[in-house]
């Protein structure tokens, strides 16, 4: 069997769902205007690999901490429902679909909360995401290990096959698709890097070392 792990945001959907889920609390009326602001320079300052992961992490998951989980699930349902859905890119069905043989994750900087019910959407069972701290019920807008980015997607990686009994040289091919820059260290241990609508950066790289290059959006 071999395995494929897929980047979610920018990648499978047409959009980042961090970025997303505070804008919609700001159109929800839970968080002042006044965010979308610092939400976009966030955003940016993460895709051009400014921003640390612990900054980036935290920075959004701190605006959960003022919430419980009921009135957070209720609207993660809504968010779901009307901002991610038009995001899921139908060609990002069809690929999944594509290596359905395959052992298939999503691995992702965006915190489990968030992904988890996308994954589902997908049809995706597999996924290594941020983990958001809970302690009583609540978010404390911490994390529990490293972010799930940059060199940490390898660490949760390796600890996901470790739980598996496996190792990634147990695997005949290995497939990572992602967009951002940001996941250099993990598209350079797979034997085939794919770089998907991907920014300035990943796609000079990907001419240079020959990987192949793919869009999901047209």
Same mark, same amino acid.
């Given at each position: 069997?071999?395995?494929?792990?897929? %980047?979610? %945001?920018?990648?499978?959907?047409?959009?980042?769902?961090?970025?997303?889920?505070? %804008?919609?609390?700001?159109?929800?009326?839970?968080?002042?205007?006044?965010?979308?602001?610092?939400?976009?320079?966030?955003?940016?300052?993460?895709?051009?690999?400014?921003?640390?992961?612990?900054?980036?992490?935290?920075?959004?998951?701190?605006?959960?901490?003022?919430?419980?989980?009921?009135?957070?699930?209720?609207?993660?349902?809504?968010?779901?429902?009307?901002?991610?859905?038009?995001?899921?890119?139908?060609?990002?069905?069809?690929?999944?679909?594509?290596?359905?043989?395959?052992?298939?994750?999503?691995?992702?900087?965006?915190?489990?909360?968030?992904?988890?019910?996308?994954?589902?959407?997908?049809?995706?069972?597999?996924?290594?995401?941020?983990?958001?701290?809970?302690?009583?019920?609540?978010?404390?807008?911490?994390?529990?290990?490293? !972010?799930?980015?940059?060199?940490?997607?390898?660490?949760?990686?390796?600890?996901?096959?470790?739980?598996?009994?496996?190792?990634?040289?147990?695997? !005949?091919?290995?497939?990572?698709?992602?967009?951002?820059?940001?996941?250099? !260290?993990?598209?350079?241990?797979?034997?085939?890097?794919?770089?998907?609508?991907?920014? !300035?950066?990943?796609?000079?790289?990907?001419?240079?070392?020959?990987?192949?290059?793919?869009?999901?959006?047209?």
């Amino acid at each position: 069997m071999n395995l494929v792990l897929l %980047d979610l %945001d920018n990648t499978l959907l047409s959009g980042d769902t961090d970025v997303e889920w505070l %804008d919609f609390l700001v159109e929800q009326g839970v968080l002042p205007a006044s965010e979308r602001e610092a939400n976009h320079e966030m955003d940016r300052r993460y895709a051009s690999g400014e921003a640390s992961t612990l900054e980036y992490v935290r920075f959004y998951l701190g605006y959960y901490r003022d919430f419980d989980m009921a009135r957070l699930l209720g609207w993660r349902k809504i968010f779901l429902e009307n901002r991610i859905r038009p995001l899921m890119l139908p060609a990002a069905r069809s690929l999944i679909q594509d290596h359905k043989s395959s052992l298939t994750a999503i691995i992702t900087a965006t915190n489990r909360f968030l992904v988890e019910p996308i994954a589902a959407d997908f049809g995706v069972e597999h996924v290594m995401a941020t983990e958001p701290e809970i302690r009583d019920g609540r978010f404390t807008g911490d994390i529990v290990g490293p !972010p799930c980015m940059r060199e940490g997607k390898i660490v949760w990686l390796e600890k996901w096959l470790k739980a598996r009994n496996a190792s990634l040289a147990d695997f !005949p091919q290995t497939w990572f698709y992602s967009d951002s820059i940001n996941d250099l !260290p993990l598209l350079e241990r797979v034997t085939h890097p794919v770089a998907v609508d991907a920014g !300035p950066k990943l796609a000079g790289i990907a001419r240079e070392r020959g990987w192949r290059t793919l869009s999901l959006r047209q």
